[in-house]
């Protein structure tokens, strides 16, 4: 059976969005068969990332039960231009989709948990795919603990804005050690000059593990050329031998032994 694996944060600008695309692509250039869902409904991103044009459904209209879920998936793996298969799903990112979307009471949210938990079947046992990704909404957003409550593996994405830390340390408290899944941290754009020996990298680690008793799972310095980039590439595919294309394959490696 295929595994679910949730990206998540505490505040935006973390680089989730970035990390579960390329982390999808590598999966899916391994020869896996992998489904990346866009899970964050008050900003959602990976329209723009994948340019696949208007959609006719949308995972909105998924988790509203308004279509099954193979009406919204895409197929993007002619464009991945990998050894295995990759699929998409997008959520609407018009104006009065992100107003309907925010205005969902309890009662809407349980139903959508029902049909997140229906995905596990539908898409990973039906379609015989390897891996479910969910880029969430940061923060403590309903979509978000539905997502992670349906997860497998959940990598939560951080920088070392002391901000950050603090939200993502009372999250791993409040959130993560309260649901029991398997969580690791992952460290993003982490300043070079702090990681030039492997002595300065171990003591950020150590900093960071001190305040929670969740793992890093990697930690990735700051690129300005992918932050230049600006969304516009999946480094795993378009600049495979860029560090950080190797950094995610590398957690992918990571994620199957933990």
Known sequence: MGRIIVIHSYKGGTGKTLL???LAAAYAKEGKRVCLLDLDFRAPSLQSIFRLGGSKYWLNDYLNGSCEIGKVLVDYTPECECNGNMYVGLANPAT???RDMSAKDRKWEMRALGRLLSLKNTVLNDMELDYLIYDTSPGLQYSSINAIVSADVVLVVSTIDRSDVEGTTRMVHELYDLFEKKTAILMNKVPCEFLSTQ??????IKRFESTHTLPVLKVIPCYCDVLRAGGSKI???????HAFAKHV?????KIDSF
Do not use: K
């Not at 480094?235 to 031998?241: A, H, I, N």
């Not at 394959?249 to 490696?253: F, G, K, Q, V, Y």
């Open 199 to 204: 002595l300065e990298r171990d003591s950020v």
């Open 20 to 22: 579960s695309v390329n």
């Open 235 to 241: 480094f795993v595919r378009d600049e495979p031998e």
């Open 249 to 253: 394959n590398d957690i992918a490696l």
């Open 96 to 98: 009065e989709a992100l």
